[in-house]
């Protein structure tokens, strides 16, 4: 008979929470395809449909809550160590997911853990329902403000595309598909869409890697990119470009599942997909600021884009502000008043090389006054971002002058 003894078993639940950027006040939004708000949410977002996350320390605190979860014990298994045997629901006994995110919603958890690792909002939006896993129509309401929307997995890239095209107020980031050397995409061809190509791999959320490969958790960057866009917005405004080395250096990057080459970059970007590149020595980075615009257009740059929106939700909160007023020349001016110092503003701060705003009898005629309408025409010259730069450099003899 075996002597008396005593066991002790430590389980060790804890999580780390890794060092964030903060203080990005850019929303952004992903639709759930697999109601992660079921899995992690709370009973009123259950019933809306809606997670408003704020930062990566509630995100992970969500895994820890004892607070019950929507669906069964069939629909949300929990994994609870040796100990216990079999699915445990969880609230009031058991927290809900000890060993990290699990079920067919881990995806859309590290999506959303990548994003807010950038400092930014987060919300995603369900159907507003306990029982329904697929949907995206509480994003698609313009009563939700939304700077971009992004997608957990390339398989949801048209529904992310279909709520940015129609919103026509933020910007869509979606995966491409295919392998490296053949590179689609499954976005709506105008300004709202970026494209992006690239996998990368972390830590899992111990963060650790002592079992090697295993351990490594490996997800799409177009979270990340979302994220790039959040830092960009703090850093200096909706008018930067995200991508390079200042603003589009990706987060918490092991390596990339594919490093592309020169020719594959090339490919990719002559598609208007933007590739996500490792530079030994200066990190992992966007690599190109392209949206699905036509390349004759300017807004087939992300900055353009962002600015345009940017000035319709600023200018045309202004113009709302006139509605059911008199079409005069008080009112006209109030209007100018209201829109010149807004442009002014921009130009400082480097988004635009000038402007003109015309709001008078010119384009308020009389035939426009007498139908209720007010006109006003504001031209815009967009400041560009730098896609390409050329070097000379010239050979000369000692005695030849420099110039």
Known sequence: MARANVTVIINDESYFVPGTESGASLRAGMPSQYNIIGAVGYTAERKSGLMTINNI????????????????????????GSTLSGNTYAGGTYARWPQGPTGDWTNEWWAAHNYLQYGGV?????????????????????????????G??????????????????????TNATGD??????????????????????????????????????????????????????????????????????????????????????????????????????EGTVLFGDKTLADETSTMSRIN??????????????????????????T?????????????????ARRGIYDYKVVCDESNNTSSIIDSNQFVADVYIKPSKSINFIRLTFTNKSTADPLI
Request: proline share 4%; hydrophobic share 35%.
């Open 180 to 281: 490296i050397d053949n590179t689609t995409d499954n976005a709506t061809n105008d300004e709202y869409n970026v494209v992006v190509y690239g996998r990368k791999r972390h830590l899992n959320i111990y963060r650790t890697n002592n079992a090697g490969e295993s351990d490594y958790i490996t997800t799409n960057c177009s979270a990340d990119v979302a994220g790039c866009i959040a830092r960009s917005d703090k850093l200096q405004a909706p008018w930067w470009s995200p991508a390079g080395f200042k603003r589009g250096q990706i987060l918490d990057v092991i390596s990339l599942q594919e490093n592309p080459n020169d020719s594959q970059m090339d490919q990719m970007y002559d598609l208007g997909i933007n590739p996500i590149v490792t530079f030994p020595g």
């Open 152 to 173: 957990a997995t390339g398989g949801n890239a048209t529904t992310v595309s279909t709520i940015a095209s129609n919103r026509m107020d933020c910007i869509a980031v």
């Open 57 to 80: 320390s509630d995100w992970v605190s969500r895994l820890k809550s004892f607070d019950p979860v929507g669906g069964n014990t069939t629909d949300y298994p929990f994994i609870h």
């Open 304 to 329: 353009v884009s962002r600015l345009f929106i940017y000035l319709k939700k600023t200018i045309g909160s202004a113009a709302r502000s006139k509605l059911f007023e008199f079409n005069d020349e």
């Open 331 to 347: 009112t006209r001016g109030s209007f100018i008043n209201a829109v010149v110092p807004v442009l002014n503003n921009v130009r």
């Open 122 to 150: 987060l919300v995603v939006g369900g159907t507003g329902s306990d029982d329904s896993v697929t949907g995206s129509n509480r994003l698609k309401n313009k009563q939700i403000p939304l700077d971009v929307v992004f």
